[in-house]
Protein backbone atom coordinates (compact mmCIF):
# COMPACT_ATOMS: atom_id res chain seq x y z
CA UNK A 1 0.00 0.00 0.00
CA UNK A 2 1.03 3.57 -0.13
CA UNK A 3 2.41 6.00 2.39
CA UNK A 4 3.39 8.77 2.54
CA UNK A 5 5.68 10.54 5.04
CA UNK A 6 6.57 14.18 6.35
CA UNK A 7 9.18 15.39 8.85
CA UNK A 8 9.30 16.84 11.39
CA UNK A 9 6.03 17.17 12.85
CA UNK A 10 6.94 20.59 14.52
CA UNK A 11 9.62 23.25 13.87
CA UNK A 12 10.35 25.97 15.58
CA UNK A 13 12.97 28.34 13.85
CA UNK A 14 13.81 31.91 14.28
CA UNK A 15 13.33 34.56 11.47
CA UNK A 16 16.56 34.87 8.81
CA UNK A 17 17.37 31.10 9.32
CA UNK A 18 17.05 28.46 6.65
CA UNK A 19 14.50 25.46 5.97
CA UNK A 20 14.50 22.34 4.88
CA UNK A 21 10.87 19.70 4.75
CA UNK A 22 11.24 17.05 3.30
CA UNK A 23 8.24 14.65 2.21
CA UNK A 24 9.20 10.75 0.74
CA UNK A 25 5.93 8.32 -0.85
CA UNK A 26 6.31 5.08 -1.05
CA UNK A 27 4.48 2.25 -2.81
CA UNK A 28 3.46 3.83 -5.86
CA UNK A 29 5.57 5.35 -8.47
CA UNK A 30 5.33 8.96 -10.99
CA UNK A 31 3.24 10.62 -8.07
CA UNK A 32 1.86 14.30 -8.66
CA UNK A 33 3.24 16.11 -5.79
CA UNK A 34 2.00 19.05 -3.87
CA UNK A 35 2.66 21.31 -1.02
CA UNK A 36 0.46 23.15 0.48
CA UNK A 37 0.13 26.04 3.46
CA UNK A 38 -2.69 26.61 5.84
CA UNK A 39 -2.71 29.36 8.33
CA UNK A 40 -4.63 28.81 11.37
CA UNK A 41 -8.51 28.33 11.19
CA UNK A 42 -8.41 28.36 7.09
CA UNK A 43 -7.84 26.52 3.57
CA UNK A 44 -5.34 24.86 2.00
CA UNK A 45 -3.01 27.59 -0.17
CA UNK A 46 -1.05 25.83 -3.35
CA UNK A 47 2.55 26.57 -2.72
CA UNK A 48 3.80 24.21 -5.45
CA UNK A 49 3.51 20.99 -7.48
CA UNK A 50 5.08 18.63 -9.13
CA UNK A 51 4.60 16.07 -12.09
CA UNK A 52 7.83 14.82 -12.32
CA UNK A 53 11.59 15.13 -11.35
CA UNK A 54 12.79 18.17 -11.60
CA UNK A 55 9.25 19.64 -12.61
CA UNK A 56 8.16 21.61 -10.49
CA UNK A 57 5.13 24.56 -10.96
CA UNK A 58 4.74 27.46 -8.18
CA UNK A 59 1.65 28.89 -7.50
CA UNK A 60 2.42 31.48 -5.57
CA UNK A 61 5.35 34.48 -5.32
CA UNK A 62 7.40 34.12 -2.44
CA UNK A 63 10.08 33.14 0.03
CA UNK A 64 10.03 29.34 -0.60
CA UNK A 65 11.38 26.91 -3.57
CA UNK A 66 10.89 23.12 -3.77
CA UNK A 67 12.81 20.52 -5.53
CA UNK A 68 12.26 17.11 -6.83
CA UNK A 69 15.17 15.52 -6.67
CA UNK A 70 14.26 11.46 -6.95
CA UNK A 71 10.61 10.23 -8.06
CA UNK A 72 9.48 9.94 -4.76
CA UNK A 73 10.83 12.78 -2.77
CA UNK A 74 9.79 16.28 -2.49
CA UNK A 75 11.67 19.02 -0.58
CA UNK A 76 10.45 22.73 0.45
CA UNK A 77 13.08 24.65 1.23
CA UNK A 78 13.95 28.42 2.43
CA UNK A 79 17.28 30.13 2.45
CA UNK A 80 15.99 33.36 5.45
CA UNK A 81 12.74 32.19 7.11
CA UNK A 82 10.27 35.54 7.39
CA UNK A 83 7.96 35.57 10.21
CA UNK A 84 4.58 35.29 7.53
CA UNK A 85 6.47 31.66 6.69
CA UNK A 86 5.07 30.47 9.69
CA UNK A 87 1.89 27.84 9.38
CA UNK A 88 0.86 24.35 8.77
CA UNK A 89 2.75 22.54 6.08
CA UNK A 90 1.03 19.65 4.22
CA UNK A 91 2.72 17.97 1.49
CA UNK A 92 0.53 15.29 -1.12
CA UNK A 93 0.36 13.04 -3.77
CA UNK A 94 -1.92 11.84 -6.21
CA UNK A 95 -1.85 9.61 -8.92
CA UNK A 96 -0.37 10.87 -11.89
CA UNK A 97 -1.82 8.85 -15.01
CA UNK A 98 -5.31 10.91 -15.04
CA UNK A 99 -7.26 13.80 -13.81
CA UNK A 100 -9.94 13.24 -11.19
CA UNK A 101 -7.58 10.95 -8.69
CA UNK A 102 -8.11 11.88 -4.84
CA UNK A 103 -4.80 13.11 -3.08
CA UNK A 104 -3.34 11.33 -0.01
CA UNK A 105 -1.99 14.10 2.63
CA UNK A 106 1.12 13.91 5.07
CA UNK A 107 0.36 14.31 9.20
CA UNK A 108 2.02 17.91 8.38
CA UNK A 109 4.47 20.04 10.40
CA UNK A 110 3.79 23.09 12.17
CA UNK A 111 6.41 25.50 11.29
CA UNK A 112 6.30 28.59 14.25
CA UNK A 113 9.23 31.83 13.71
CA UNK A 114 10.17 33.56 16.01
CA UNK B 1 -8.96 34.02 -5.06
CA UNK B 2 -10.37 31.24 -3.58
CA UNK B 3 -11.59 28.68 -6.16
CA UNK B 4 -14.45 27.58 -3.73
CA UNK B 5 -15.66 28.82 -0.55
CA UNK B 6 -17.89 26.59 1.80
CA UNK B 7 -20.20 27.86 3.75
CA UNK B 8 -20.92 27.66 6.88
CA UNK B 9 -18.28 28.55 8.18
CA UNK B 10 -18.81 26.51 11.03
CA UNK B 11 -21.21 24.16 12.43
CA UNK B 12 -22.72 22.79 15.87
CA UNK B 13 -25.29 20.09 15.68
CA UNK B 14 -26.33 16.83 18.08
CA UNK B 15 -25.42 13.52 17.50
CA UNK B 16 -27.73 11.65 15.54
CA UNK B 17 -28.63 14.90 13.37
CA UNK B 18 -27.74 15.52 9.76
CA UNK B 19 -25.36 17.87 8.53
CA UNK B 20 -25.12 19.72 5.76
CA UNK B 21 -22.27 21.74 4.18
CA UNK B 22 -22.11 23.63 0.46
CA UNK B 23 -19.40 24.84 -1.76
CA UNK B 24 -19.32 27.13 -4.05
CA UNK B 25 -16.97 27.74 -7.04
CA UNK B 26 -16.11 30.55 -10.15
CA UNK B 27 -14.82 28.54 -12.92
CA UNK B 28 -15.75 25.35 -14.76
CA UNK B 29 -14.74 22.07 -13.61
CA UNK B 30 -13.74 18.17 -14.37
CA UNK B 31 -14.87 17.24 -10.95
CA UNK B 32 -15.23 18.05 -7.67
CA UNK B 33 -13.58 16.32 -4.20
CA UNK B 34 -14.54 16.19 -0.44
CA UNK B 35 -12.03 15.86 2.31
CA UNK B 36 -11.89 15.73 5.74
CA UNK B 37 -9.56 17.19 8.52
CA UNK B 38 -9.11 16.57 12.12
CA UNK B 39 -7.54 19.23 13.92
CA UNK B 40 -3.64 18.91 13.89
CA UNK B 41 -3.64 16.39 10.92
CA UNK B 42 -3.81 15.98 7.27
CA UNK B 43 -6.42 16.05 4.80
CA UNK B 44 -8.42 12.73 4.27
CA UNK B 45 -10.19 12.04 0.89
CA UNK B 46 -14.02 11.30 1.35
CA UNK B 47 -15.53 11.23 -2.10
CA UNK B 48 -15.14 13.05 -5.66
CA UNK B 49 -17.85 13.89 -7.99
CA UNK B 50 -17.25 14.42 -11.66
CA UNK B 51 -19.36 17.35 -13.46
CA UNK B 52 -21.82 15.07 -15.12
CA UNK B 53 -22.98 13.36 -11.71
CA UNK B 54 -25.46 14.75 -9.79
CA UNK B 55 -25.25 12.93 -6.65
CA UNK B 56 -23.38 10.68 -5.38
CA UNK B 57 -22.95 8.50 -2.10
CA UNK B 58 -21.08 6.70 0.37
CA UNK B 59 -22.09 5.20 3.45
CA UNK B 60 -22.96 8.37 5.67
CA UNK B 61 -22.09 10.75 2.84
CA UNK B 62 -24.49 12.11 0.27
CA UNK B 63 -22.98 14.55 -2.58
CA UNK B 64 -24.60 16.70 -5.16
CA UNK B 65 -23.69 18.70 -7.47
CA UNK B 66 -25.71 21.47 -9.31
CA UNK B 67 -22.75 22.58 -12.43
CA UNK B 68 -25.15 25.41 -13.40
CA UNK B 69 -25.25 26.93 -10.05
CA UNK B 70 -21.83 25.78 -9.49
CA UNK B 71 -22.62 24.33 -5.95
CA UNK B 72 -21.86 21.14 -4.69
CA UNK B 73 -23.61 19.96 -0.89
CA UNK B 74 -22.32 17.23 1.60
CA UNK B 75 -24.79 15.79 3.60
CA UNK B 76 -23.77 13.92 6.47
CA UNK B 77 -26.41 11.60 7.81
CA UNK B 78 -27.23 10.67 11.58
CA UNK B 79 -23.94 12.29 12.64
CA UNK B 80 -21.32 11.15 15.50
CA UNK B 81 -19.45 13.03 17.66
CA UNK B 82 -16.15 11.24 15.65
CA UNK B 83 -17.62 13.33 12.29
CA UNK B 84 -16.45 16.42 14.37
CA UNK B 85 -13.68 17.47 11.92
CA UNK B 86 -13.37 20.44 9.30
CA UNK B 87 -14.83 19.99 5.57
CA UNK B 88 -13.18 21.19 2.34
CA UNK B 89 -13.77 20.99 -1.40
CA UNK B 90 -11.36 20.60 -3.65
CA UNK B 91 -11.80 21.91 -7.51
CA UNK B 92 -10.13 21.75 -10.63
CA UNK B 93 -11.11 24.57 -12.14
CA UNK B 94 -11.21 22.54 -15.81
CA UNK B 95 -7.31 23.46 -15.83
CA UNK B 96 -5.96 20.13 -16.81
CA UNK B 97 -2.52 20.43 -14.54
CA UNK B 98 -3.71 17.72 -12.02
CA UNK B 99 -4.04 20.83 -9.53
CA UNK B 100 -6.31 21.59 -7.00
CA UNK B 101 -7.50 24.40 -5.24
CA UNK B 102 -9.01 23.86 -1.93
CA UNK B 103 -12.30 26.25 -0.11
CA UNK B 104 -11.92 27.49 3.29
CA UNK B 105 -13.61 24.80 4.83
CA UNK B 106 -16.60 24.58 7.42
CA UNK B 107 -15.83 23.42 11.09
CA UNK B 108 -17.60 21.01 12.20
CA UNK B 109 -18.80 20.17 15.58
CA UNK B 110 -21.15 17.08 17.01
CA UNK B 111 -21.92 17.47 20.44
CA UNK B 112 -23.02 14.06 22.30
Known amino acids: SQTIHQWPATLVQPVGSPLSLECTVE??????LYWYRQAAGRGLQLLFY??????ISSEVPQNLSASRPQDRQFILSSKKLLLSDSGFYLC?????????????FGDGTRLSIL | SQQGEEDPQALSIQEGENATMNCSYK?????LQWYRQNSGRGLVHLIL?????REKHSGRLRVTLDTSKKSSSLLITASRAADTASYFC????????????FGTGTRLKVLA
Open chain 2, 27 to 31: TSINN
Open chain 2, 49 to 53: IRSNE
Open chain 1, 50 to 55: SVGIGQ
Open chain 2, 90 to 101: ATDGNSGTYKYI
Open chain 1, 92 to 104: AWSGGFSDGQPQH
Open chain 1, 27 to 32: GTSNPN
